[in-house]
């Protein structure tokens, strides 16, 4: 409860901070901010917190110019002596930085003019070599960090001209997604398709994937607006697409549909800790999703049905099929068709590399035949419906590359083309309660964003002067 309450104040504060800090603050005499309060407090923590470290941080850098050496950016930022060899020694040997390229760029921290810290950032990483020193001269850590990234909220607006795709092309691009803010090289083309790619498929292919027909349903002139996250990399002016918070999309024949932001722990199937995941929700709690996706890869054929007795394949003799299978080309991503735990994943005799997920409402369901397995997970992982949890393989009884697909309901196999499934749970209780009182909240946050004006603060009739002249 509490880990839930701190995540939406960090949330409530990140979209403050990403209006504070998106546009300056312009005073209008009589109106008053909704965060104004927030955002002066906030300001000031900042402010005091410059202070401090202005008095006592010094930060020298240096960047790699043509034929330059490690040793010129040691000298260049104050390191010398014995720090000077051990810098060098930890670069080379312990941390492999072997060779320094033009744009690579050496830091050294200074606090009260003893050195804190050494980073060196390679041009093309996203990440730093370290070396800590908190003031002695002998280093007493020295590590690689990886991926150094902020996240940031974004407000979008665009209006569909002939496709969703070309309308985020138009509109819905970060100026800063390439470090010049312009496609110039192919590799950024490549980011620009990557970003688009993955706002569509977030929007139309999972969120809006069972309220939207984007075939049939979008015209030109509908509106779509979406909060995003995007993830920016300190070093590197770029910024890359995350995940959608919240969207709306408005039908210019009549109609809108929302996808509201909750973040909550997972169901209790989730082994207990400090997870937290983000749900989208209808106004009145309704999940906008189904439970699970209809089939666990993105396109396939099926190539054997469920069936209580058939003649099979590679056996020969008749036995039943308890399962779908999908026919797809080698290496093709499966899905989990929904949240659930990992309960299995290795070599299990005819089913070949299987991997089998636990859900809520006492679900079951397996993948088997895969030809490899999804880095990064592990019996007890918990998953997200639509995560990648293998690739297309012809492992075990097999004829060819394809997925067995089987889904057990209480234990027993049933068949998920027949089987009436449940939509996703709805928001209920406390949880509810705690959406129902975040949402105007939040609104008041987006319309900031959005640029929509600045809302007045809601007042109960307040007696004598009027505050605008
Ligand atoms: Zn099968």
Redesign the pocket.
Known sequence: MRSRLILVLLFILGAVATVFFGKPHKDKAGDEWFFHESISELTQVIDSLNTILADTLSIRIACVEKDGTLGGLLFATGIEGSRYSNCCTIFIDSLGWTSVHVGDTLEAVYSRGMLWEVRARPRRSRGYYSIIFEGSSEPSNWQWVAEERWTRLRSITLEVRSSVWESIAGGGMPHDLTPSGHIITARDSIRKIAFIKEFENELANRLFIYDIDFYHDVQPGDKVWALIEEIRYPGSSETSFNRIIAAKYDFILGGMTEALPFFHQPDTIAPGGTLVILDHYHRDGASLRTMFLKMPVPFGRIS?EYSSARMHPVLGYTRA?R???YAAPMGTEIYAVGDGVITVRGALGGYGNMVRVRHANGYETGY?HMSRFASGMSIGSYVRQGDIIGYIGSTGLSTGP?V?FEMKKNGTFVNPATEILPPANPLEGDNLDTFMKQLPILENAWSLMAGNGIPLHQQESTSGNSATP
């Open positions: 054997s099929h399962g779908i299978d088997g394809h067995h």
